[in-house]
């Protein structure tokens, strides 16, 4: 597993691989309250994004949406030999500048787009437009930010 941090960075994330080859990049002057991280494959975070406490970002379902497919998972987990096959997994990505509120979740393969902003206690379930603000669950525009060069 390997964690990143840029320069000027404070991280105060707890973070939880289930996979050995998963993946945490922050990028420079970011602030990341605390909050949690399980990642699968990868979660990348650009610079100058601000990041509140309570924030959990997960990049996978963490199990099989049949049955019959994640009847096992627990004691498979618990033994190192869980099987992730089955289990739909996308990396997430917040680009920069983006703030991100309070009890905030973002869900899998969402993408943040620059100088976003999502408020507090929202469900991220899809990619949210550069330089809106949208909350909710699942997470709406509310409206459009004006743009900084």
């Not at 390997?2 to 320069?7: E, K, L, M, P, Q």
């Not at 009847?71 to 096959?85: F, H, R």
């Not at 703030?99 to 979740?105: D, E, K, P, Q, T």
């Amino acid at each position: 597993n390997r964690v990143t941090i840029g320069s000027g960075s404070i991280v105060h994330a707890r973070i939880l691989f289930d996979r050995d080859d998963a993946s945490v990049t922050i990028g420079d002057r970011c602030f990341v309250g605390d909050s949690l991280f399980v990642v699968a494959e990868r979660l990348t975070v650009a610079d100058d994004v601000v990041m509140s406490w309570g924030v959990t970002i997960v990049d996978h379902d963490s199990h099989a949406l049949d049955w019959t497919r994640r009847a096992n998972d627990v004691v498979a987990w618990g033994l190192g030999e869980k099987d992730w096959s089955d289990v739909t997994i996308a990396p997430v990505t917040i680009e920069r500048r983006a703030w991100i509120g309070f009890g905030a979740s973002i869900l899998k393969g969402v993408i943040i787009g620059e100088g976003a902003i999502v408020a507090a206690n929202s469900v991220v379930t899809r990619d949210v437009a550069a330089w809106t603000l949208v909350g909710g669950n699942p997470a709406r525009l509310i409206r459009q930010l004006e743009p900084v060069a």
